[in-house]
């Protein structure tokens, strides 16, 4: 007989407390006490990081100051000068997104970022803030992004509406990406962990050091490889909207 285990069930949301307001349910559930205990621990590190800052940095400061010289960095190079405004909104974001992935390692602990509901706000409201930004800087002209320079006309009754479906289709891929890459990561993970007391029930003793032997380098390598994933998932979030703002800042692709 094997071990039966669900790699879903990780990624079970419950209530911690009923809340309605109306018809609508707006229970705190454990999906938002893990978003608040990941907001919580980036503000916690930066407070602490920059509550005594020195001429010689300490290690957190500099931690800290590296952390923030990187976003800014990625915001300089894609959105040069007019994008220094929105250093602070894309760290937030790419902070946020790194220390919820993070925090999915965990044994017990939830991945918010596992939840499409969640990658599926973040999108939307990058692309509604590119749009925002757009349609506040240049009006009407924000729609010549869908429109590029030097197409002959004929062309432009193709390209336009391309354009048009691949702009829509912005917050779908940007949600999708970071969901996707962060579920299927953790299910693989889960599933290779497994293997281990299965094996273990199936063959006794023998069955738990083939486990051992074969299986847990796996995990560790998966394991290590998930980490890596939790910091490039966070980075590419963060590069994106760097990529979408240059629609309104007047960048060119």
Same mark, same amino acid.
Not at 17 to 40: N, P, R
Not at 221 to 247: I, K, P, R, S, W
């Given at each position: ?118 990658? %599926?706000?973040?999108? #939307?409201?990058?692309?509604? +803030? $590119?749009?925002?930004?757009? =349609? ?5 002209? *924000? @729609? ?60 006794? %003793?023998?069955?738990? #050091?083939?486990?051992?032997? +074969? $299986?847990?380098?796996?995990? =560790? ?5 998930? *980490? @890596? ?25």
């Amino acid at each position: 007989m094997m071990v039966s285990t669900d790699p879903m069930h990780q990624f079970k949301i419950g209530k911690l407390f009923d809340l309605k307001l109306g018809d609508l349910d707006i229970s705190f559930t454990t999906s938002a006490l893990w978003m608040v205990i990941g907001v919580l621990l980036v503000i916690g590190l930066l407070a602490l990081a920059t509550s005594k800052t020195t001429t010689v940095p300490s290690r957190l400061q500099s931690l800290a100051e590296i952390w923030y010289g990187f976003i800014a960095g990625i915001v300089k190079d894609v959105n040069h000068a007019p994008g220094k405004p929105f250093v602070p909104l894309v760290f937030s974001l790419f902070s946020f997104i790194f220390i919820a992935n993070l925090i999915g390692m965990f044994p017990y602990f939830l991945t918010t970022t596992s939840h499409i509901v969640v990658t %599926g706000f973040m999108a #939307l409201f990058t692309i509604s +803030l $590119v749009i925002v930004v757009g =349609v506040i800087k240049k009006g009407f002209g *924000f @729609l010549k992004i869908f429109v590029p320079s030097g197409v002959p006309f004929v062309l432009l009754l193709i390209v336009t509406p391309i354009e048009i479906i691949s702009f829509l289709s912005r917050p779908i891929s940007l949600g999708m990406r970071l969901f996707a890459n962060m579920l299927g990561g953790h299910v693989a993970l889960k599933v290779f962990a497994g293997f281990v007391p299965s094996l273990a029930v199936a063959l006794g %003793g023998i069955g738990m #050091l083939m486990g051992g032997v +074969l $299986v847990m380098p796996l995990i =560790v390598g998966v394991t290590a490889l998930e *980490f @890596l994933v939790a910091f490039l998932q966070a980075y590419v979030f963060a590069m994106l909207t760097c990529v979408y703002l240059n629609d309104a800042l007047g960048e060119a692709h």
